[in-house]
């Protein structure tokens, strides 16, 4: 082939491309404005309902309050023992340790059950056992075993974070087409080249599913053992305005942990996006 075809061949593949990305792009830019315009619909339905409804403040504050005690937060120095950036910080800590953790317990599990009839028998139903146990219910007692520093956190974020990766991960390697297979095996491809080069990629948008929800499950264990007890974390902040009565506050520590969580899942979906761009899953 001369180079002018391969050129013009390309250039037809770059316009072909184009108008896909342009939809992208108008996708995303639409489902941005959506999500503002609804943003801007539950404020003001937030706001009428305090300002006609007369509701007291204890009981629901306006969006104006919860504003300043955000910015009351946020206006100081990120090395400043108030505010909220040293107990985001070590909330994020904990919750990224206890995530890491527990995505690869998980994905290692769920490989060595998908590969494994044996061992997916001999683990599966203490999986299931463990996911039913209510999680508010054993965090005293790893709180008890691990104590009341980073360590609990870190292992309450990875209990939560496990389950979703064991079973996505599973899930995905199981679902591998036969066919496939059976053509890496007549390349006498040795069975861990069956998995690296044939099943991770396949499993690979359950993965990234299942890590998009272990990343929010993560913070929220996080949360939660912070409830019970720490010397620092956003778990605190909300404990300590809740004793004061200080519900703006309250509202202001949410609405940061739900950026946070926000911004999580968009680190994720990019992610995915970059990794497994050949299952790119577009937007309608």
């Known amino acids: ?33 959506i999500a503002a315009g609804g943003m801007l619909v539950l404020l003001a339905l937030w ?11 204890y009981i629901l504050p306006t969006p104006g309050s919860v504003v300043h005690a955000l910015w009351s937060g946020l206006a100081v120095s990120p090395a400043s023992p108030v505010g909220y950036y040293r107990p985001l910080w070590g909330t994020f800590h904990n919750a990224a340790l206890g995530f890491v953790l527990g995505s690869l317990l998980g994905l290692v599990l769920g490989s060595l059950m998908a590969e494994s009839r044996v061992i997916e028998k001999l683990l599966m139903p203490y999986a299931f056992a463990l996911q039913c146990l209510p999680k508010i219910a054993i965090a005293p007692l790893v709180v008890i075993w691990f104590g009341f520093g980073d360590g609990s956190k870190i292992a309450i974020a990875a209990m939560l974070t496990f389950f979703s990766l064991l079973i996505n991960s599973f899930t995905g390697l199981r679902a591998t087409e036969p066919e496939r297979i059976d053509l890496m095996r007549s390349l006498s491809a040795s069975r861990f080249e069956i998995y690296r080069i044939v099943k991770l990629p396949n499993a690979a948008s359950f993965i990234f599913a299942g890590l998009d929800m272990a990343v929010v499950y993560a913070l929220l264990g996080t949360i939660v053992a912070e409830f019970l007890g720490a010397q620092n974390g956003m ?3 909300i404990t300590q305005a809740q004793s004061v009565n ?3 506050g309250v509202f202001a520590a949410l609405v940061i942990l739900g950026a946070l969580g926000i911004a999580l899942h968009a680190l994720m979906h990019r992610l995915e996006r970059r990794v497994v761009h050949w299952a790119d899953r577009g937007t309608n």
């Open 1 to 33: 082939m001369s180079g002018a075809s391969m050129q013009q061949g390309a250039s037809a593949a770059t316009l072909a491309a184009t108008p896909a990305r342009r939809r992208r792009r108008f996708a995303e830019v639409r489902g941005s404005l």
């Open 47 to 57: 706001e009428g309902s305090v300002r006609f409804l007369h509701t007291p403040s």
């Open 235 to 237: 778990g605190v902040v």
């Open 246 to 248: 200080d519900v703006a």
